[in-house]
């Protein structure tokens, strides 16, 4: 399941970055590098180089100002930090942000999520973030907030804050506090527990609560794709087939394409065109490769998504040696200890056990 993971947000990607100096005094690009973030250190991150202005701190007295006139719906820039989970654990724990904005044509970026490091992968516990409900326009001061649960195996969490499309955005404070347990988590994990446990029903349910947003995203693109392969799983085939034939006319018009240059919105109008056999594995895989400023590690985290989109396909078409290759692909852990591997292991195990049951 691939909701946040495609988002560039510290739910599922982050990468540290450098800022460049820009042309306008005072002022600085955000540019995002490849590098392992540095627990309790401030990151920036951006989709878009040389897109995004930044100017100014975080913290004692002074602000931190994001802007673009230029960025497409689905650029981005942000800050973000792993903390310690140790201080923390088995607490309610609340995010607090500060900040102010103007003119945001897409959604202020707020983030905060919670992370179990394995061995071998890397499980997100928890998360919140304004991607299930974009939040556009102006804005004076005021103090948003995130709460969620710490379990006891959390290693770290992460906070940030940025901005999607263009305005600007500006961030005074962001800092974490324990909270009592009787106020409410604003938890949006549950959608990657209800589709890790198969319950798929539930899952479009909860979908259903989370505002569409702007049609010409990436993100939305994403939520639709999510829906038809819920559905698939269902058994709702004719409905499902109406949701892809929508979302493949969408992703392929002049319009959407238009407006997303990224490399999350180049990498959804190739998944669908796959989904809807324009595409093969092998071009699929291959679009991954010709995305320009993709990062290394981003670029794995994808390719290792991709396998399992390829699996599932193959699942849904009935070709199930085809889907254990995708799907042991998928599971193989070459592409790092900071992605879970709990969809592709499980599908493996299942597509194995069909299999063998055929005989």
């Given amino acids: 399941m691939n909701i946040v993971k495609q988002f560039g947000m510290a739910v599922a990607v982050l990468a540290s970055s450098v800022v460049i100096a820009g042309e306008e005094s005072g002022k600085q690009y955000v540019e995002a590098y490849q590098g392992d973030p540095v627990v309790g250190e401030w990151h920036y991150w951006t ?3 040389k897109t995004f202005m930044r100017k100014g701190n975080i913290g004692e007295g002074k602000s931190l100002h994001f802007s673009s006139d230029t960025a497409k719906d689905d650029s981005h820039a942000s800050i973000f930090k792993y903390v310690d989970a140790l201080p923390y654990r088995k607490q309610r724990v609340q995010a607090t942000f500060k900040v102010r904005m103007k003119d945001v044509s897409e959604s202020l970026m707020l983030d905060f999520g919670v992370y179990d490091q394995q061995e071998s992968q890397k499980k997100n516990l928890a998360w919140d973030s304004t991607y299930t409900d974009p939040v556009s326009g102006s804005l004076d001061w005021t103090e948003k907030t995130m709460i969620l649960d710490v379990p006891a195996e959390a290693d770290t969490i992460s906070i940030g804050a940025g901005i999607v499309g ?3 955005v500006e961030i005074s404070d962001i800092r974490l506090s324990v909270v009592d347990k009787s106020i409410p988590v604003t938890d949006k994990g549950i959608v990657d527990r209800l589709w890790e446990q198969e319950r798929f029903a539930e899952f479009l ?3 259903d609560n989370w505002a569409p947003g702007n049609k010409l995203t990436a993100r939305y693109a994403s939520l639709q794709m999510e829906r038809y392969m819920a559905m698939m799983e269902l058994g709702q085939k004719t409905n499902a087939e109406k949701v892809l034939d929508d979302l493949h006319g969408l992703v392929t018009s002049k319009e959407w ?3 997303n240059f990224s490399d999350w919105g180049k990498g959804m109008a190739a998944e669908v065109r796959f989904l809807a056999g324009e595409l093969s594995d092998k071009e699929l895989l291959q679009v991954v490769e010709s995305i320009p400023h993709m990062d290394e590690k981003r670029k794995l985290r994808v390719k290792k998504w991709n396998y399992e989109l ?3 396909k193959h699942r849904m078409d009935g070709n199930l040696v085809a889907a254990k290759a995708a799907y042991q692909k998928a599971a193989s852990r070459e592409w790092g200890d ?4 709990t ?3 499980r ?3 299942k597509v194995e056990s069909a299999i063998m049951a055929s005989k």
């Fill in 310 to 312: 390829i699996g599932f």
């Fill in 166 to 168: 263009r305005g600007s």
């Fill in 205 to 207: 349910t909860e979908l």
């Fill in 338 to 341: 900071k992605v879970d591997y």
């Fill in 347 to 349: 599908q493996l195990k």
């Fill in 257 to 259: 394409q238009a407006k």
């Fill in 343 to 345: 969809i592709a292991d």
């Fill in 47 to 49: 989709n878009a180089p």
